[in-house]
């Protein structure tokens, strides 16, 4: 075997001009212009330079930039506080919400001491999710501790307008959806209408106060949000399996159709992707998403915690299903152990590195018991949280969608 490379060392290899945050553009040269110029910490990097200030997947290089350039006056912190509102991690905070049963934002930031009186941007999306995945009937969803996107239920582009997603079960559609679609691209002058990578139809270019009006337009054609702008399960991919290909051993166009009934509408601590193929050649691509399917002869393979963005990762082995049902059932119950113990903001890949695949099994697949369990708070939650933002939106809040201006009139004199 090679030798192994020490990380500091790749580190101080790269070239100023590499690309370190990929959300911001930022290089590796402008990091250490910064710290050049006194940023001598991960706070101060975010706030000059933005890199880490995203995402937060490049934090360890940005991390090691620093410990590069500072060398032994910089040390490599071992547990991040949630954010400047408080010095406990996020595992602190949550471990504070289950034990001592706070069902509030109020609750915690008075029992865990938030030095600010109302959080920030930072704290209160994570505070937001762990508060309605622990406590789901005690705790109502504050949407103002939500990103913009989830606030408006659709993706903000760089130019001011909307893009539209509604779902489409297992990347199946028909023709009354189709024209639907292209009716509604007329009536709204939507500029680009595009195939996504998960088998659905994406509607850029729309106008905020439109959002309301082409939702109740593709509502009445029978779709709802495709929630692609949620930390919640995006998309089921599949293949035609059985239906129509001659490899195919199960039905994996059902069985992700199933799958998306199911999970459409939960909140997860990031965006969520499952893919069902229906034989090992895998046209699905199951292997790479957070959740993966492969139908065989003697039933189905469900395998966990790929990545295929910033990181690439192939899935990890959950277990072997004999039945449809038995793969549906862990999919659901491993989906509820991801939403009860991960850290917000991580996917399903980074929990498993910080619990440990055994760790999982041990509760999804071993133990029947708490996979029951599992299950049922997961429909608990879901009883709450498995409707269609747009029908509600569409129908009461129309107005909020209105500009309050328009400020491409010149004042008057």
Known sequence: MGDTVDPLSAVAALPRDAEICGCNGISKGQIEDAIAAGSTDLGAIKATTKASASCGTCTGLVEQVLAVSLGDAFVMPTAQPMCGCTDMTHEDVRRMIKSQRLTSMAEVMQECGWKT????????????????????????????????????HANIQKDGTFSVVPRMWGGITNANELRAIADAADK???PTVKVTGGQRIDLLGVKGEDLPAIWADLNAAGMVSGHAYSKGLRTVKTCVGTDHCRFGTQDST??????????????????????????????????????????VDSGYE???????????????AL?????????????????????????????????????????????????????????????????????????????EKAESYQPLANLTLEAAE
């Open 117 to 152: 009186p109302c959080g920030c941007h930072v704290c209160r999306p994570a505070l937001n999710f762990y508060l309605l995945a622990d406590w789901p009937l005690e705790y109502r969803d504050d949407p103002q501790s939500r990103f913009i996107n989830e606030r408006k």
């Open 188 to 190: 709204y002058n939507v």
């Open 254 to 295: 059902g069985l992700g159709i199933k799958l998306e009934k199911a999970l459409w509408g939960s909140w997860t601590p990031h965006k969520v992707k499952l893919a069902v193929s229906g034989c090992p050649r895998n046209c699905a691509e199951a292997t790479c998403k957070d959740v993966g399917v492969i139908c």
């Open 302 to 316: 469900v395998s966990v915690g790929g990545a295929a963005g910033m990181d690439l990762k192939e899935t990890e």
């Open 319 to 395: 277990a072997k299903a004999a039945t449809e049902q038995e793969a549906i059932d862990l999919t659901i119950a491993f989906v509820q152990l991801y939403r009860e113990h991960a850290k917000y903001l991580d996917r399903p890949y980074k929990f498993i590195a910080k619990f440990g695949l055994d760790w999982v099994k041990e509760r999804v697949v071993d133990d029947l018991d708490e996979r029951v369990a599992l299950i049922e708070r997961f429909e608990l939650s879901q009883s709450i949280y498995r409707k269609d933002p747009w029908a509600e939106h569409a129908a």
